[in-house]
């Protein structure tokens, strides 16, 4: 694995480049534009395909000659992209068969981008002959820094169900299971004649008339983060030998919106992870759902540093309704990144295009041009990431740990359950937004990863759990750690089976309780709790067999019968939460947990102040972001990087303003 960005000091600053759209006299005003900005690195050619190769065969490399060029001259580093992320016109004509299909088999044609199927052979060969020959004319380019796959690999299409899918489906069963019975035991095939005598029988779970099998559907959800991802790992290995100095990787969607690509086993397959996030306009707790992202991302990058890779200046064009960005946000988004480990922020695009699709979608450079306040705030910001290159390879401390695992995400989403109300992102957002208003940085790790580190271990609906995992979130609380899990978690294993005997089966004897039925609230239906909160959605019928009950319901099916208990377990502790708590209830929950576990925040910030520490060789850094109206007086010693100024206990953070504090 190369382990350094060649070339590239500091936190990098850039974003998108696509110059392809642009006539000369642009392009050049775009190198003095980005000097003016600070930008150190640019993505480039990421839908260069068409203009490099338009008709096939024949190749027009000269504008991306002048800019790699042009850019070095710069000074400024090239992430440059395969130019695969959209097959050219000429391509999805003669070869339709690459198209990818929907469930009820719809070709999805092209005229937008992501047209392909990677299932396909025939496009793998065309992408990985681009990727080589890209490679081969840029290998000794000076400006080469970072190798960009494709981009954003299952954005559009995460799930193809084409008959070149169905092969490649087939294919990673036969190797998952090795044989048909085993496949059959697995689906429980026993159900509704499902049985096969043949892996070619099998089909990708299409539209059906009722229900598809569940396991068949995992899998399938399985099968289709690894495809995507073999597509990922024969570009990269294609490239490689061509430059084996320079790190590769593709674009992530850690957020909380991005369910399809388990990331974790794609981050294996990178040399440093990048990430693209976007705030959604609409959601009030937006800097929230950013801060669970880049935990993620950092989860995922093995709390290693990551890239920011993509995020916005302002509005963007997919959203119903899309708003520019307050006063401050720009710098709050970009910093909270930095805070939870990004060491670059970069950005969709670096000009706003003139005609396309994404017109409409903000960018460093906006319509109005370089007499904007946009521009004017991206300089600051450059200026800003500018001064942050000590802290550059640092890592985010935390003492508390949220479990996300992608398979239970998928699991429990799947159709015919007894609520379709139990949504995986629900209580993953309700309890890393406690944390967050108090203060705390939160890690996002898998149930199998290392807990060692954590004293308060929060497990939201964790449906389906491998023996492994639970064992793993048993022992941190067996070690000592307090560990809080709710409800519809360790209800199946990996294969969707119930584990029977009681709910929730996996947890069933480290939480000392045992349900035997569900009883999912109705539609708009509310139950109360014994300490005057309320809850909604979900409750069940708890028996103690070793726990004791903190909360109980007063009223409803369930009244006189425990909400949420607790269980001395080795030198930890063990709760359970068998209702969704409203947000007092939830609060209340999470000061009782950081209590009894002793996890404090860095310093002792109001709700809606960020402060994160990050620790490397040249340091212990904080990076507050104050989302407040207020000031803000904290109580610090070292020097701010951005101002050069001197820190003292009692130094002032501005409302809406952030600070990155050197500490000594
Ligand atoms: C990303 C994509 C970019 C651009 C951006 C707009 O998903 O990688 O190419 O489309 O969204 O927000």
Redesign the pocket.
């Known amino acids: 694995m190369v382990e350094s960005i060649h070339g590239l000091r500091g936190v990098g600053f850039g974003g998108?480049y696509n110059p392809e759209q642009w006539p000369d006299d642009v392009r050049l005003a775009d190198l003095d534009l980005m000097r003016e900005a600070g930008v150190t690195i640019v993505s480039l050619a990421?839908f260069g395909w068409a203009s490099i190769e338009p008709r096939e065969g024949s190749y027009d490399w000269s504008w991306l000659d002048d800019t790699m060029d042009r850019l070095h001259e710069a000074g400024i580093r090239v992430s440059l992209a395969t130019a695969t992320a959209s097959p050219p016109p000429w391509l999805t004509r003669k070869h339709p068969e690459i198209l990818p299909r929907t469930a009820d088999g719809s070709v999805l044609s092209p005229g937008a981008r992501q047209s392909y199927s990677v299932s396909s052979r025939i496009w793998r060969d065309y992408a990985v002959g681009l990727a080589v020959a890209v490679a081969r004319r840029y290998a000794d380019h000076p400006a080469l820094t970072l190798w960009h796959v494709d981009?954003?690999i299952g954005?559009h299409v995460p799930h193809d169900f084409s008959d070149s899918a169905a092969a490649a489906f087939r294919r990673w069963l036969r190797a998952r299971y090795g044989d048909i019975d085993s496949l059959n035991a697995a689906w429980g095939t026993a159900f509704w004649s499902q049985r096969y005598g043949d892996f070619e029988d099998v089909l990708p779970p299409r539209a059906a008339p009722s229900h598809s099998n569940p396991t068949q559907q995992l899998d399938f959800a399985r099968y289709s983060s690894d495809e995507l991802l073999s597509y990922y790992v024969e570009l990269r290995d294609a490239i490689r030998p061509i430059t084996p100095e320079i790190p590769i990787t593709t674009?992530f969607m850690c957020t909380s919106a991005t369910k399809w690509m388990d990331y974790r086993r794609w981050a294996a397959e990178v040399d440093i992870v990048a990430n693209?996030h976007?705030t959604i306009a609409a959601d009030a707790e937006r800097e929230i759902e950013l801060a669970l992202s880049a935990d993620l991302t950092r989860g995922v990058a093995g709390g290693r540093p990551w890239l920011l890779m993509?995020h916005?200046s302002g509005a963007?064009n997919?959203q119903p309704r899309n708003r520019a960005k307050g006063p401050g946000e720009l710098m709050r988004n970009s910093l909270a990144h930095v805070a939870r480990g990004a060491d670059a922020v970069m950005f969709?695009q670096w000009r706003a295009s003139q005609a396309g699709a994404?017109k409409f979608?903000s960018a460093l450079v906006p319509h109005a041009g370089r007499d904007s306040q946009v521009f004017r705030d991206v300089v600051a910001l450059g200026a800003a990431v500018g001064s942050l290159a000590p802290l550059t390879g640092s890592v985010v401390q935390a003492r508390a740990a949220l479990i996300w695992d992608y398979e239970a995400w998928w699991a429990v989403e799947l159709d015919a359950h007894p609520s379709a109300d139990v949504v995986y992102m629900d209580r993953m957002r309700a309890l890393h937004a406690a944390l967050w208003r108090r203060g705390i940085t939160t890690d996002v790790v898998a149930s199998t990863d290392d807990l060692d580190a954590y004293d308060l271990v929060l497990v939201p609906t964790l449906y389906l759990v491998s023996d492994e995992g639970a064992a793993n979130i048993a022992a941190a609380a067996e070690r000592g750690a307090s560990v809080a899990i709710t409800y519809f978690s360790g209800i199946v294993d990996p294969n969707d089976h119930v584990r029977l005997g009681g709910y929730p089966g996996a947890f069933r004897e480290l939480l000392g309780v045992r349900v035997d039925e569900f009883f999912p609230l109705l539609d708009g239906e509310t139950t109360m709790l014994d300490d005057g909160t309320t809850a909604d959605l979900w409750s069940e019928r708890v028996e103690l067999a070793g726990a004791e009950a903190v909360r109980m319901f007063t009223d409803g099916a369930m009244a006189g019968r425990p909400a949420v208990t607790r269980r001395q377990v080795g030198s930890g502790a063990a709760w359970y939460v068998a209702t969704r708590q409203d947000e007092s209830g939830t609060a209340a929950l999470v000061d009782a947990l950081l209590a009894e576990s002793g996890v404090a925040p860095v310093l002792d910030v109001p709700a809606g102040m960020e402060a994160v520490r990050r620790v490397g060789e040249q340091g212990s850094f904080v990076v507050v972001v104050n989302h407040t109206d207020e000031v803000v007086a904290l109580d610090l010693n070292g020097s701010e990087l951005i101002t050069g100024s001197l820190v003292e206990p009692g130094f002032k953070v501005p409302a809406g303003g952030c600070a990155v504090v050197q500490e000594v």
């Open positions: 998108d990421i981009n954003e954005c674009n693209d976007y993509e916005s963007v997919w969709f994404e979608h």
